[in-house]
């Protein structure tokens, strides 16, 4: 059996042999030869293998180095090389694009390059594709959707040299472009609208982070200033909306409600969950706009790239003050206007309770008496209020089973206290405070995020309170959601057979200084939910005793009365005992109060996003193989140290404003502040000295456009990726991208004369939409692409790009390219997403994608980006096209080849209603009787069109036009609809 000895003797064994890689191995009687020795009385079975010893003696006695170093190895590194600058200068040059060898002219430089390699491979590159085949490859690559007959009409008539740039510059500014990218960068970044896991519970305002997106696009918002708002836009860019709406990146992927809600306080199952939330953030981040892997660096110092465990956790520490929660955003100065006037009325409300409570205390004889009866009266009511029965959890075999509930007021209300109310049920009438919790605590939240105790009894076991209801005195603090927290369980059942344990309430009780507070939902861990037992009656237990009629409630009403008679009588007898300033202090307080509170109703409420919340952050350690119960040394934040010139460890950090959160204390003493931690993690990505960064975007871009990338691996530029095919033209459109117009010298001076593309393209500007126009005006790109045997002998999965690649659409851009076609598409931008499935709220959230009705809904005709993507139960057609899975970051789309594809296009609901649809259109565009010479051939004309961009051949036109007549008009729309013309892109 491998014990945890021998496990570190094996580690500390290849630590030393990584460490000793370059030098030969250690002789007999070194620390690795020890290492791989047998400990006295290990069996031949156990971890140290004889023969593995007998391979290190040989290998130390040759003087063999390590084959991982060796240089052919050390190609894996080349992500992490600076790219190339000029001697005695700071920006970046791009590598000199290849001499012309031909006599053709070619301006794009990024023909030079390909151009180079095919001459090297002996590859023979195809001629351009046809004029069509073009315009519907570009407009499906920019804008996702089909080009009209009208705009390939358009482009066949236009015979000026610069017809092609005219087409690709009108697709770059329309909006349907930031729709079609978007699309990419939200399956690297893994967004969905619920949070996944079992309880894969809505995220309702998860959308405005994917309209951020569609419109930083179109914006063409400069790339380093899109990294730095998706990580840090609110400490950034305080004073732009898009500054809190960007970090929804961050806090984009699936997120544990049981693991960061339902789990107790201080548990390791607890701390597992937040540390691989952590880890989510982490890997989201660097993979995302660096294409590194850290996530192996986790458990031990990454085996394959120069990543060590210390910059792994420093990333963790620059994430540890995250807190997801939905943020208001909007103007800036209606979010500060509303926070300020919050602040006072707040102000206000304390200063209220505070002169009302000195009040309470001036006293006479008569306010004394009045109090004593005050007081007796609630008892009594609470005794009559109490029913027999609440809410009651599962049960458990074991006492420490950890249960909670949680009440939810709608909305903030200053309570005076909360209240317990024990249960003592009718099929256990003996038994007075059944289920109360021997350990238990009690938490308040103003927000459903950031939660507070105000009642501790976890430390030691609670007296039974039996009727008596227990009271936490609240001090008018502003509460919305209360948390009981049962951490040890009432034993329902002792004696014969095995014990159990349970946790119930018969009532939960908020008051305010005006009343009882109603409570208007309630949510639990578990629930029995079945007869008298349920969290309705814990949110009004009195009613529903009352509607039991056990004929114990009688005299309420007339208790109620005589209260609300003695309060009345009791202010009247304090009001003489005030001093007029006081209530003079009092009626100015009330009145400023309730003139406040009406500027916030007439004020609307701003709207609200999923994204980044800051708290106090966790104190961060290097964790021994990744085991939270290994904790090691604390580091503070930080990010790779592997990048030449830039700093790995961010130190003391600078405040980032008044409601700024530090984290714990950091080696050293320092205590960074948790936004400033996120500010410099933006600002290292998106360094111009980071080379990760700009090969990552234009690799991404690349593989869109050709379906792969220089790099194959977009997430993995390390020695476990993909090696680049091109890496000259690779470093060339990094450093193009990255060159800003105060740069543009610099840039240039890497190009000969001759090589210079246009002021149009150079410098890059960190553009998309100039990388874009740089890629699909070269010739690369339109290359056509039929097949060449000899090319394919030497090339035959064409790396070298000698020809087109075909590519199939992606699920979304079919659905799209359909609901054109059939003309139902509705281009409505922005907002929350159409559902196409039967929600239901329950215990854990049902979605149901069988409701095939909403398939017809005219509102989930939108584009498919803004549909509701939920985690846990996909939509079944898209899923069977090899839709992205949300819960992973997806850089390549998968492309499979299934008998359910055909089954799904041919029959799903979906496609039968687009194609019915389709045959309308096609009725209205070409009208007249069908039965009539000639009008089905030209709706079959007007379909091939539509459909494939271009006309049918005569024998087309006849055999579709046949085809109709026999099964309809849509049969043969549903036809067109199933060619791998249509699906594929030539």
Same mark, same amino acid.
């Given at each position: 059996m491998r014990t945890a000895a021998s496990a570190a003797v094996a580690l500390g064994a290849l630590a030393a042999l990584a460490a000793s890689a370059d030098r030969p191995a250690g002789p007999p009687g070194s620390a690795v030869w020890w290492a791989f020795r047998p400990l006295p009385g290990m069996t031949q079975t156990s971890l140290h293998d004889p023969e593995a010893a007998r391979l290190l003696d040989?290998? #130390? +006695?040759?003087?063999?180095?390590?084959? *991982?170093? +060796?240089? &052919?190895?050390?190609?894996?590194?080349?992500?992490? *090389?600076?790219?190339r600058k000029p001697p005695g200068q700071s920006g970046f040059r791009a590598p000199r694009a290849p001499r012309e060898n031909t006599r053709t002219p070619l301006p794009n430089p990024i023909d030079r390059f390909i151009d180079a390699t095919l001459r090297m491979k002996g590859l023979t590159p195809n001629g351009l594709a046809d004029r069509r085949t073009l315009i519907r490859r570009v407009t499906h690559d920019l804008t996702g959707l089909p080009p009209t007959p009208e705009e390939v009409e358009a482009f066949l008539k236009d015979r000026s040299p610069d017809a092609w740039e005219k087409v690709v510059d009108r697709l770059l500014a329309s909006p349907r472009y930031g729709e079609r990218w978007a699309r990419h960068w939200l399956d690297v970044v893994h967004y969905a609208d619920t949070h996944g896991y079992d309880k894969d519970k809505r995220r309702d305002n998860a959308w405005p982070y994917r309209d951020y997106v569609i419109r930083s696009l179109n914006q063409d918002k400069p790339w380093s200033r899109f990294v730095k708002e998706q990580i840090a836009g609110d400490v950034l860019y305080p004073d732009d909306p898009d500054g809190i709406v960007a970090t929804g990146f961050v806090v984009a992927g699936p997120w544990d409600f049981v693991g960061h809600v339902e789990l107790a306080e201080g548990t390791v199952e607890k701390a597992k969950t937040r540390s691989l939330d952590r880890d989510d953030m982490v890997q989201n981040a660097i993979s995302a706009f660096c294409s590194v892997t850290v996530g192996c660096a986790r458990c031990h110092d990454h085996k394959f790239d120069p990543i060590p465990m210390r910059d792994y956790y420093r990333l963790q520490a620059v994430f540890a003050g995250v807190q997801r929660a939905d943020r208001p955003y909007g103007d800036p100065r209606l979010i500060r206007w509303r926070a300020q006037t919050e602040s006072r009325r707040d102000a206000l409300r304390v200063r209220l309770t505070a002169l009302e409570k000195n009040l309470e205390s001036l006293r006479n004889p008569e306010v004394d008496a009045l109090d004593r009866e005050i007081e007796a009266i609630r008892a009594q009511l609470a005794r009559a209020e109490s029913p027999s029965n609440g809410w009651h959890s599962a049960i458990e075999?074991?006492?420490?089973?950890?249960?909670?509930?949680?009440?939810?007021? #709608?909305r903030q209300a200053r309570l005076e206290s909360i209240t317990l109310v024990p249960a003592r049920p009718t099929d256990f009438p003996d038994t007075p405070g059944f289920g109360f919790p021997v350990r238990f605590r009690v938490d308040v939240s103003t927000d459903g995020v950031a939660w507070r105790i105000v009642e501790d009894r976890s430390a030691a076991d609670f007296p039974n309170p039996g009727d008596t209801p227990h009271r936490i005195a609240m001090g008018g603090d502003p509460v919305r959601f209360i948390r009981v927290t049962a951490l040890r369980l009432w034993p329902r059942r002792a004696g014969d057979g095995p014990p159990d344990y349970v946790f119930a309430l018969a009532e939960l009780q908020a008051r305010s200084p005006a009343g009882m507070v109603p409570v208007?939902?309630?949510? &639990?861990?578990? !629930?029995?939910?079945?007869? =008298?037992? +349920?969290? =309705? $009656?814990?949110?009004? #237990? $009195?009613? +529903?005793?009352?509607?039991?009629?056990? #004929? *114990?409630?009688?005299? %309420?009403?007339? @208790?109620?009365?005589?209260l609300a008679a003695l309060r009345a009588t009791r202010a009247r007898a304090a009001e003489g005992l005030t001093p007029p300033e006081a209530r003079a202090e009092r009626e100015r307080v009330s009145a400023d109060l309730a003139r406040i509170e009406e500027e916030l109703r007439a004020q609307p409420a701003p709207p609200k996003v999923y994204a980044v919340a800051p708290r106090e952050p966790h104190a961060i350690h290097i964790l021994s193989r990744g085991d939270v119960e290994q /904790?090691?040394?604390?580091?503070?934040?930080?990010?790779?140290?592997?990048? /030449?010139?830039? =700093?790995?460890? $961010?130190?003391? @950090?600078? !405040?980032?404003?008044?409601?700024a959160v530090s984290h714990p204390a950091a080696p050293g003493g320092a205590r960074p502040d948790e936004g400033a931690a996120r500010a410099?993690?933006?600002?290292?990505?998106?360094s111009p000295r980071n080379p990760l960064t700009w090969r990552s975007v234009v690799n991404r871009v690349w593989h869109c456009h050709f379906g792969r990338g220089i790099v194959e691996t977009p997430n993995d530029f390390g020695r476990m990726g993909s090696l680049p095919t091109h890496p000259e033209l690779l470093d060339w459109l990094a450093a193009s991208f990255l060159t800003m117009d105060g740069e543009r010298g610099t840039a240039r001076r890497g190009l000969p004369a001759s090589s210079r593309p246009p002021a149009a393209i150079l410098p890059l500007n960190q553009s998309l939409k100039r990388l874009h126009r740089l890629i699909v005006t070269s010739k690369a790109y339109r290359r056509s692409s039929r097949d060449n045997p000899a090319n394919s002998r030497l090339d035959a999965d064409n790396r070298f790009l000698w020809r087109a690649n075909r590519q199939r659409l992606d699920a979304e851009s079919l659905r799209d390219a359909v609901l054109s076609v059939s003309g139902s598409l509705d281009l409505a931008m922005g907002g929350p997403g159409f559902e196409l499935f039967r929600f239901k709220d329950d215990h854990s959230p049902v979605y149901d994608h069988a409701d095939l009705e909403k398939a017809r809904d005219p509102r989930g005709f939108r584009r498919t980006i803004y549909r509701f993507v939920v985690r846990s139960v996909p939509n079944p057609f898209l899923e069977c096209l090899d839709c992205a899975d949300p819960n992973i !970051? %997806?850089?390549? =789309?998968? %492309?499979?080849?299934?008998?359910? *594809? &055909?089954?799904?296009l041919l029959n799903d609901p979906f496609m039968l209603d687009q194609a019915g649809r389709f045959a309308q259109r096609l009725e209205r565009q070409v009208a007249g009787d069908s039965s009539r010479p000639g009008v089905v051939e030209r709706r079959v004309e007007a379909a091939f069109q539509l459909a494939l961009c271009r006309p049918p051949s005569p024998s087309e036109r006849a055999s579709v036009a046949d085809y109709a007549r026999r099964h309809s008009l849509a049969a043969a729309c549903r036809l067109l609809l199933n060619t791998n013309e249509f699906a594929f892109i030539d």
């Open positions: 040989r290998r #130390g +006695s040759s003087g063999r180095r390590d084959p *991982q170093r +060796s240089p &052919a190895n050390r190609r894996a590194s080349r992500p992490i *090389q600076p790219l075999p074991r006492p420490d089973a950890a249960k909670w509930v949680q009440a939810d007021l #709608g208007v939902a309630v949510t &639990a861990m578990d !629930s029995i939910e079945a007869g =008298r037992w +349920s969290t =309705r $009656f814990l949110a009004d #237990g $009195f009613d +529903s005793r009352r509607a039991l009629g056990d #004929g *114990q409630t009688g005299n %309420t009403p007339a @208790l109620e009365e005589q /904790p090691g040394e604390r580091v503070g934040p930080g990010a790779l140290s592997c990048i /030449p010139g830039l =700093r790995a460890d $961010f130190g003391p @950090l600078p !405040s980032t404003g008044p409601s410099a993690l933006a600002e290292w990505i998106a !970051s %997806t850089p390549v =789309r998968s %492309t499979t080849l299934t008998a359910l *594809q &055909a089954l799904a």
